[in-house]
Structure formats: structure tokens, C-alpha cells
T-cell receptor, first 119, second 114 residues
Framework: EAEVAQSPRYKITEKSQAVAFWCDPI?????LYWYRQILGQGPELLVQ????????DSQLPKDRFSAERLKGVDSTLKIQPAELGDSAMYLC?????????????????FGEGSRLTVL | AQSVTQLGSHVSVSEGALVLLRCNYS??????LFWYVQYPNQGLQLLLK??????LVKGINGFEAEFKKSETSFHLTKPSAHMSDAAEYFC????????????FGKGTHLIIQP
């Protein structure tokens, strides 16, 4: 069964350092999402891509976070510089495209996440 | 705008007892509703989804949920809890179409007592 791949699974870094997360969505999924999940809370959307274009990055802290999906396939989320409050699970998800006149179900397929600890 | 409220951050039931996790939603358009489960240090796995077909939705692992428009609710139930059901459960709402992000609730931690 196809899966969303994420790496690294775990990352420990010191504050003010740079950190990057990588995501490879399910093949053929045009839409890719990055969510942040703080311990004990639900996931919150950071950025949404449709192919290589950003659809929604209204909740992305753009002074320190950046995301790209240059060829419309895999994606990288970067934090520079990392702060203590960035400690969280970073989840990548993808969803299949609408097609054939049928609306999608909106189901998201999640990777296993990248857990970031900032010391 | 869409939002989800999950009542109870922690729910504890005995093994074999009924599981009921509550979810209320707010949406300006007909909603698509989802329940996801998350085990420690893992991603989210879809349990079930409502996409405007049958109001009673059956999912994996014996879970089901009923969409009640009049109550704006989508509560998750399972007749008999198993130890392996212990996990974090998230209700989510979307507007459908396959191109919109989901809005998640804060989650309910399900504890199973032996």
C-alpha cells in the first residue's frame, strides 16, 4: 500500500540552528499539506500545496519557516532559526486530485511525522 | 470558517464497555467529517469518514459514527472496547473537494482500563 514518506523521524537541535524536514507524498497526489502538532493538541495546518504552487500559507510563520515543492512532487519544510516553541511533531499529508467531475472526499493520507525537539 | 469541538480531553472506559467519543462541528457549507486515530509517535490513520452519503458510517476496528445535522454532531462509538483501542482520537471537518485542508479538534485520549 502506498504511503507518505517523511524524514527524519526524530530531530534534536539547539535553538538558533536550522532544521529541515522532507516529505514524499503518495504518487499522483497533487495536494500536499504540512501540519504542526504540538504535544497534547490537534494538528494545525501550516501550508498547503497544489502541485508546485502554494494554496494556503496563512498560518506559516514566514519569518522563520519556509516550504517548497519545486517539482510538484516531494516537499521540504525548513525552520531557521529554530526556537524552543517549535518543538512539535511535523506531519505531512497528501490527498488525491479531483477528477472526472467527481468531488474528492477530502481524505488526507498522513506520513508518520517528524518529531522535533529544540533544546 | 470551520471548527471542531471534542468534548473531553480524556475518556476512560473498561475493557468490553461501550466507547463514546463526542465531536461537534461548525461549518458554513455541507461538511465532510472524519475521525482519525493516532498511536504514540505515529501519524494519523483514518478510522472513518462522512461524505454526505449514509448518515451512519462504519469504519475500521469496529468503530462507527453517526452524522446528526440537527445536532451538528459526529460522535464516534464502539460497542466493546479493546485494550488495543487505547490511543488519541481526532475529529476533523473539511469542505470536501479533495483540495482543502482539514480542521482538527484538540483530540480525545482514550484510556482502556483492564
Amino acid at each position: 500500500e502506498a504511503e507518505v514518506a517523511q524524514s527524519p523521524r526524530y530531530k534534536i537541535t539547539e535553538k538558533s540552528q536550522a532544521v529541515a524536514f522532507w516529505c514524499d507524498p503518495i504518487s499522483g497526489h497533487a495536494t500536499l499539506y504540512w501540519y504542526r502538532q504540538i504535544l497534547g493538541q490537534g494538528p494545525e495546518l501550516l501550508v498547503q500545496f497544489q502541485d508546485e504552487s502554494v494554496v494556503d500559507d496563512s498560518q506559516l510563520p514566514k519569518d522563520r519557516f519556509s516550504a517548497e515543492r519545486l517539482k510538484g512532487v516531494d516537499s521540504t519544510l525548513k525552520i531557521q532559526p529554530a526556537e524552543l516553541g517549535d518543538s512539535a511533531m511535523y506531519l505531512c499529508a497528501s490527498s488525491p486530485p479531483r477528477g472526472g467531475g467527481r468531488p474528492g472526499t477530502g481524505e488526507l493520507f498522513f506520513g508518520e511525522g517528524s518529531r522535533l525537539t529544540v533544546l | 470558517a470551520q471548527s471542531v469541538t471534542q468534548l473531553g480531553s480524556h475518556v476512560s472506559v473498561s475493557e468490553g464497555a461501550l466507547v463514546l467519543l463526542r465531536c461537534n462541528y461548525s461549518s458554513s457549507v455541507p461538511p465532510y467529517l472524519f475521525w482519525y486515530v493516532q498511536y504514540p509517535n505515529q501519524g494519523l490513520q483514518l478510522l472513518l469518514k462522512y461524505t454526505s452519503a449514509a448518515t451512519l458510517v462504519k469504519g475500521i476496528n469496529g468503530f462507527e459514527a453517526e452524522f446528526k445535522k440537527s445536532e451538528t454532531s459526529f460522535h464516534l462509538t464502539k460497542p466493546s472496547a479493546h485494550m488495543s483501542d487505547a490511543a488519541e482520537y481526532f475529529c476533523a471537518v473539511g469542505s470536501g473537494g479533495g483540495a482543502d485542508g482539514l480542521t482538527f479538534g484538540k483530540g480525545t485520549h482514550l484510556i482502556i482500563q483492564p
